[in-house]
C-alpha cells in the first residue's frame, strides 16, 4: 500500500515534510496550509483551489512535491 508525502518549501519558513494515506489527504494538507498563510479558505471548487495554490507557489524559490511511496519506505 502506498502512502503519500507532502514536502513543502516556503521561504522564511520551516520545511514541512508529511506523510498521508492518500493522495487526497496530502493535497487537502497542501490547502490548508495555503489557506493558514494567506488566511482565508481556499474554495471549495478543486480547480479554483489548485490555482489558488499554484499561485502562492508561483515566483521565487518557494515549492510543493507530492508523491506516492511505498510504505514500508516510510
Known sequence: MKKFVLFIRDQGASDVL???PTERAAQEALA???GTKTGRD???DPKA???EIAS???GGPNFY???GVPAGAC
Open 18 to 20: 508529511d506523510f498521508h
Open 42 to 44: 481556499l474554495p471549495s
Open 56 to 58: 502562492y507557489f508561483n
Open 49 to 51: 483551489a489548485s490555482e
Open 32 to 34: 490548508a496550509y495555503v
Open 65 to 67: 512535491a507530492i508523491a
